[in-house]
């Protein structure tokens, strides 16, 4: 479903993504993960397309967009949750979401009366949002949730724009453990229909949910596999998981 070809970019002298390529299939959640400074907010920044990369090429669904915009990208199917939140803080929850629905099928539903088109676009929204959880949060403006809550409400937007792929950019930062627990069993739900691209710190759900696991170190994957194929390989360890290598 995403495919990242040798993707290389350098900041003058500094080369930040060597060459990188991995794929993330249908049904799959791939993990990439290693310490601070090795470039995963560089390689996600090139697949969604806020950076453009030097050589090397992504595909979505087998198409090119490699030279497509942000905005573009998010219309071919490219769904992501930021790391600094996209929420509209003085709208209501329901609001935030329905204008991400809007947005993706404002013209399906054009010939519609202005209040049907509000009803319908209300009703997808609020299917979404009971969804993640936040059913009962709706009527609430969006400043009045907590940082968990908020979080849930970036994946929301995101899954109102119909994705065929999610990139989560560290999704964890900033959750208790309950918030953290929940949200990854959301995720394992929701992988099961859509693929991901997980950039994340917490290792309980990297190895919780990732089927793949890519190890980047200093702009290089230096090891990829299982996350038990990961866990057993010298290399990750030594350069990630802070053991000695033998
Ligand atoms: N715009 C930029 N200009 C110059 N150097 C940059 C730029 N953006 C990132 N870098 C450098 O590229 C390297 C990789 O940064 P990046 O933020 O991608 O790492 P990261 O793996 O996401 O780190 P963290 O886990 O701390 O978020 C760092 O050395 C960083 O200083």
Same mark, same amino acid.
């Given at each position: 479903m995403l495919e990242i070809e040798n993707l290389h970019k350098s900041f003058g002298a500094l080369t930040v993504s060597h060459d990188?390529?991995?794929?993330?299939?249908?049904?799959?959640?791939h993990a990439v993960i290693g310490p601070n400074g090795a470039g995963?907010?560089?390689?996600?920044?090139?697949?969604?397309?806020? @950076?453009?990369?030097?050589?090397?090429?992504?595909?979505?669904?087998?198409? &090119?967009?490699?030279? !497509?915009?942000?905005?573009?990208?998010?219309?071919?199917?490219?769904?992501r949750t930021f790391q600094i939140t996209s929420v509209l803080p003085s709208f209501s929850v329901l609001e935030n979401v329905a204008t991400a629905v809007q947005a993706k099928?404002? #013209?399906?539903?054009?010939?519609?009366?202005?209040?049907?088109?509000?009803?319908?676009?209300? &009703?997808?929204?609020q299917d979404i949002l009971t969804r993640v959880? !936040?059913? +009962?949060? #709706?009527?609430?403006?969006?400043?009045? %949730?907590s940082h968990g809550e908020l979080r849930l409400?970036?994946?929301a937007i995101a899954l109102a724009g119909e994705p065929k792929c999610l990139l989560l950019d560290e999704p964890m930062a900033g959750l208790g453990r309950t918030e953290s627990v929940a949200l990854i069993d959301l995720l394992r739900t929701l992988r099961e229909e859509l693929?991901?691209?997980l950039v994340e710190h917490d290792m $309980? +759900?990297?190895?919780?949910?990732? &089927?793949? @696991?890519?190890?980047l170190v $200093?702009?290089?994957?230096?090891?990829?596999?299982?996350? &038990?194929?990961?866990?057993?390989?010298?290399?990750?360890?030594? +350069?990630? %998981?802070?053991?000695g290598s033998g």
């Open positions: 990188i390529s991995l794929s993330v299939g249908a049904g799959q959640c995963k907010t560089t390689l996600i920044h090139q697949i969604s397309g806020v @950076l453009r990369q030097d050589k090397g090429r992504v595909a979505l669904d087998g198409k &090119d967009v490699s030279a !497509l915009s942000v905005w573009e990208r998010v219309q071919a199917g490219l769904g099928n404002g #013209s399906s539903l054009r010939f519609l009366a202005a209040a049907a088109r509000e009803a319908a676009l209300n &009703d997808i929204a959880g !936040l059913g +009962a949060r #709706s009527g609430q403006q969006a400043a009045d %949730l409400l970036e994946l693929p991901m691209l $309980d +759900a990297v190895f919780q949910l990732a &089927d793949d @696991l890519s190890v $200093d702009g290089q994957i230096v090891a990829r596999g299982t996350p &038990d194929e990961v866990r057993q390989n010298p290399k990750a360890r030594a +350069a990630y %998981l802070g053991e």
